[in-house]
């Protein structure tokens, strides 16, 4: 069985600051991490996938993400927050490597202020 | 021409009608999904299937069918809607590679 929690519901960043997005699983096999992203009345884009191999992944729009397998964490991160990065931020885990069976976090909403 | 086209894209509709909302895709892809998304819930897996005849139930399907009518099109059904329904619903695919799955817009549904 799987699971991911994602650690606050909302999160509220200046523009310019640290974004920093919190994610942990469990998964009964090596997992298959993904961080997507929800704009307002849109469907979900991804931002990035661990899969196999280097730890720290690289995203779009500036987006990273570092596997830590001692401590089951997938945390998201962006160095220097933008207005356009106010949206639902999703964590997600696949134990398999042929299919998208997701189990899902609840969401953090980002929103940046000016 | 979006690759993944939900329909409606709004519905309300009253307790104890069946209704069906729509999933066409353009990727050409053989292995669909229907998740159902909750405020605080995240999304979770209603059905997904493989190819036109596999068909498999996800965490969450009691109270749902589905029909994948052709490659392109993944149906989802409920049969008597409850209130408790109420939510937004995304369809997707992915490739047999699986180098990412693509999400639909979105239905959003009210059962009142």
């Known amino acids: 069985a799987q699971s991911v929690t994602q650690l606050g519901s909302h999160v509220s960043v200046s523009e310019g600051a640290l974004v920093l997005l919190r994610c942990n699983y469990s998964s009964s096999v090596p997992p298959y991490l993904f961080w997507y992203v929800q704009y307002p009345n849109q469907g979900l884009q991804l931002l990035l996938k661990y899969t196999t191999g280097a730890t720290l992944v690289k995203g779009i729009n500036g987006f990273e993400a570092e596997f830590k397998k001692s401590e089951t964490s997938f945390h998201l991160t962006k160095p220097s927050a933008h207005m356009s990065d106010a949206a639902e931020y999703f964590c997600?885990?696949?134990?398999?490597?042929?299919?998208?069976?997701?189990?899902f976090g609840a969401g953090t909403t980002v929103t940046v202020r000016a | 021409d979006a690759d993944v086209t939900q329909t409606p894209r709004n519905r309300i509709t009253k307790t104890g009608k069946r209704i069906m909302l729509e999933c066409s895709q353009t990727k050409g892809h053989d292995r669909m999904y229907w998740y159902r998304q909750d405020p605080g819930l995240g999304l979770r897996l209603i059905y997904y299937s493989f190819d036109v005849k596999d068909i498999n139930k996800g965490e969450i399907s009691d109270g749902y069918s589905v029909s994948r009518q052709a490659q392109a099109k993944f149906s989802l059904s409920l049969e008597s809607a409850i209130p408790n329904q109420t939510a937004l619903y995304f369809c997707?695919?992915?490739?047999?590679?699986?180098?990412?799955?693509?999400f639909g817009q979105g239905t959003r549904l009210t059962v009142v």
């Open positions: 997707a695919t992915s490739d047999f590679w699986n180098t990412e799955a693509f």
């Open positions: 997600a885990v696949s134990e398999s490597s042929n299919d998208y069976k997701l189990s």
